[in-house]
Protein backbone atom coordinates (compact mmCIF):
# COMPACT_ATOMS: atom_id res chain seq x y z
CA UNK A 1 0.00 0.00 0.00
CA UNK A 2 1.88 3.17 -1.13
CA UNK A 3 0.73 6.44 0.13
CA UNK A 4 -0.73 9.61 -1.50
CA UNK A 5 2.13 11.96 -0.94
CA UNK A 6 4.25 9.26 -2.52
CA UNK A 7 1.92 8.25 -5.29
CA UNK A 8 3.81 9.16 -9.14
CA UNK A 9 1.03 8.47 -11.27
CA UNK A 10 3.28 9.72 -14.51
CA UNK A 11 5.42 6.86 -13.87
CA UNK A 12 3.54 4.51 -14.79
CA UNK A 13 4.74 1.08 -17.27
CA UNK A 14 3.68 0.23 -19.42
CA UNK A 15 2.46 3.90 -20.29
CA UNK A 16 -0.09 2.32 -23.30
CA UNK A 17 -2.27 0.85 -21.19
CA UNK A 18 -5.09 0.95 -18.36
CA UNK A 19 -4.03 0.76 -14.40
CA UNK A 20 -5.49 0.59 -11.31
CA UNK A 21 -5.70 2.92 -8.47
CA UNK A 22 -7.69 1.13 -5.66
CA UNK A 23 -8.98 3.48 -3.02
CA UNK A 24 -11.60 3.54 -1.28
CA UNK A 25 -13.67 6.87 -0.01
CA UNK A 26 -11.28 9.10 -1.54
CA UNK A 27 -12.64 12.81 -0.80
CA UNK A 28 -13.18 14.83 -4.03
CA UNK A 29 -10.52 17.24 -2.58
CA UNK A 30 -8.21 14.36 -2.40
CA UNK A 31 -8.69 13.73 -6.23
CA UNK A 32 -8.71 17.23 -7.24
CA UNK A 33 -5.04 17.63 -5.52
CA UNK A 34 -3.54 14.63 -6.96
CA UNK A 35 -4.24 14.98 -10.59
CA UNK A 36 -3.46 18.83 -9.83
CA UNK A 37 0.23 17.50 -9.28
CA UNK A 38 0.30 14.54 -11.40
CA UNK A 39 -0.98 17.22 -14.09
CA UNK A 40 -3.63 15.16 -14.70
CA UNK A 41 -7.53 15.19 -15.92
CA UNK A 42 -9.51 14.38 -13.70
CA UNK A 43 -12.62 12.46 -15.51
CA UNK A 44 -16.10 10.91 -14.25
CA UNK A 45 -17.18 7.71 -16.29
CA UNK A 46 -21.04 8.16 -15.15
CA UNK A 47 -21.13 11.90 -15.84
CA UNK A 48 -19.31 11.12 -19.04
CA UNK A 49 -22.16 8.36 -19.83
CA UNK A 50 -24.58 10.29 -18.86
CA UNK A 51 -23.65 13.28 -21.58
CA UNK A 52 -23.58 10.14 -24.44
CA UNK A 53 -26.55 8.76 -23.24
CA UNK A 54 -29.74 9.36 -25.82
CA UNK A 55 -32.04 11.06 -22.99
CA UNK A 56 -35.11 9.61 -25.03
CA UNK A 57 -33.72 5.70 -24.97
CA UNK A 58 -35.90 3.85 -22.36
CA UNK A 59 -33.05 1.36 -21.51
CA UNK A 60 -29.09 1.44 -20.95
CA UNK A 61 -28.27 -2.04 -22.17
CA UNK A 62 -24.69 -1.52 -20.96
CA UNK A 63 -24.17 -5.20 -21.41
CA UNK A 64 -24.54 -4.98 -25.15
CA UNK A 65 -22.83 -2.29 -25.24
CA UNK A 66 -19.14 -3.59 -23.12
CA UNK A 67 -16.97 -2.53 -26.65
CA UNK A 68 -18.98 0.82 -27.08
CA UNK A 69 -17.27 1.53 -23.33
CA UNK A 70 -14.55 0.23 -24.05
CA UNK A 71 -13.97 2.73 -26.85
CA UNK A 72 -15.71 5.42 -24.91
CA UNK A 73 -13.00 4.86 -22.01
CA UNK A 74 -10.16 5.23 -25.35
CA UNK A 75 -11.96 8.08 -26.35
CA UNK A 76 -11.36 10.04 -22.84
CA UNK A 77 -7.80 9.55 -23.55
CA UNK A 78 -7.20 10.46 -27.39
CA UNK A 79 -9.38 14.11 -25.88
CA UNK A 80 -7.23 14.94 -23.39
CA UNK A 81 -4.17 17.60 -23.39
CA UNK A 82 -2.56 16.20 -19.90
CA UNK A 83 -0.34 13.48 -19.72
CA UNK A 84 -2.41 11.57 -17.38
CA UNK A 85 -5.86 10.65 -17.26
CA UNK A 86 -7.61 9.72 -13.38
CA UNK A 87 -10.98 8.10 -14.39
CA UNK A 88 -13.55 7.93 -11.27
CA UNK A 89 -17.17 6.36 -11.31
CA UNK A 90 -16.22 3.27 -13.06
CA UNK A 91 -17.56 1.35 -10.55
CA UNK A 92 -21.08 2.08 -11.58
CA UNK A 93 -20.23 0.05 -14.69
CA UNK A 94 -18.95 -2.64 -13.12
CA UNK A 95 -21.63 -3.52 -10.57
CA UNK A 96 -24.09 -3.11 -13.49
CA UNK A 97 -22.12 -5.70 -15.60
CA UNK A 98 -21.67 -7.89 -12.49
CA UNK A 99 -25.67 -8.43 -11.92
CA UNK A 100 -26.22 -8.79 -15.40
CA UNK A 101 -27.47 -12.66 -16.09
CA UNK A 102 -24.30 -14.22 -18.17
CA UNK A 103 -22.78 -11.54 -16.93
CA UNK A 104 -20.09 -9.96 -19.46
CA UNK A 105 -17.84 -8.79 -16.55
CA UNK A 106 -15.24 -10.99 -17.31
CA UNK A 107 -14.70 -10.34 -20.85
CA UNK A 108 -14.50 -6.77 -20.37
CA UNK A 109 -11.97 -7.14 -17.88
CA UNK A 110 -10.55 -8.96 -20.29
CA UNK A 111 -10.63 -6.19 -22.99
CA UNK A 112 -10.08 -3.21 -20.38
CA UNK A 113 -6.58 -5.34 -19.67
CA UNK A 114 -5.67 -6.04 -22.98
CA UNK A 115 -6.30 -2.50 -23.94
CA UNK A 116 -2.91 -1.14 -25.80
CA UNK A 117 -1.48 2.34 -27.81
CA UNK A 118 -3.48 4.65 -25.11
CA UNK A 119 -2.44 8.03 -25.79
CA UNK A 120 -2.24 8.93 -22.35
CA UNK A 121 -1.52 6.98 -18.93
CA UNK A 122 -4.61 6.04 -17.68
CA UNK A 123 -5.65 5.28 -14.18
CA UNK A 124 -8.90 3.69 -13.01
CA UNK A 125 -10.15 4.82 -9.59
CA UNK A 126 -12.11 2.15 -8.10
CA UNK A 127 -13.17 0.65 -4.55
CA UNK A 128 -10.78 -2.69 -3.81
CA UNK A 129 -13.88 -4.54 -3.67
CA UNK A 130 -14.65 -3.97 -7.70
CA UNK A 131 -11.19 -4.73 -8.76
CA UNK A 132 -10.58 -7.52 -10.47
CA UNK A 133 -8.56 -11.02 -8.96
CA UNK A 134 -6.63 -11.51 -11.40
CA UNK A 135 -5.00 -7.82 -12.60
CA UNK A 136 -1.54 -7.75 -12.56
CA UNK A 137 0.71 -6.29 -9.54
CA UNK A 138 2.99 -3.87 -11.45
CA UNK A 139 -0.32 -2.29 -13.24
CA UNK A 140 -2.34 -1.41 -9.53
CA UNK A 141 -1.76 0.40 -6.76
CA UNK A 142 -3.56 0.52 -3.46
CA UNK A 143 -3.97 3.88 -1.04
Known amino acids: MVDIITLRLRE ?10 LWDNPEPNQLQHLAWRE ?19 RFLALHHQC ?3 LAAIRSLC ?3 TEPVVLLQDLD ?3 AYLSVQPESPITLFWQSLFNARHLN ?3 WIILPSQ ?8 HRLQRL
Open 67 to 69: DRE
Open 92 to 94: CLI
Open 12 to 21: ANPKDSPHLL
Open 78 to 80: DQS
Open 130 to 137: AAPPDWQK
Open 120 to 122: RIL
Open 39 to 57: EAKLVSYREDLLKRVDPQS
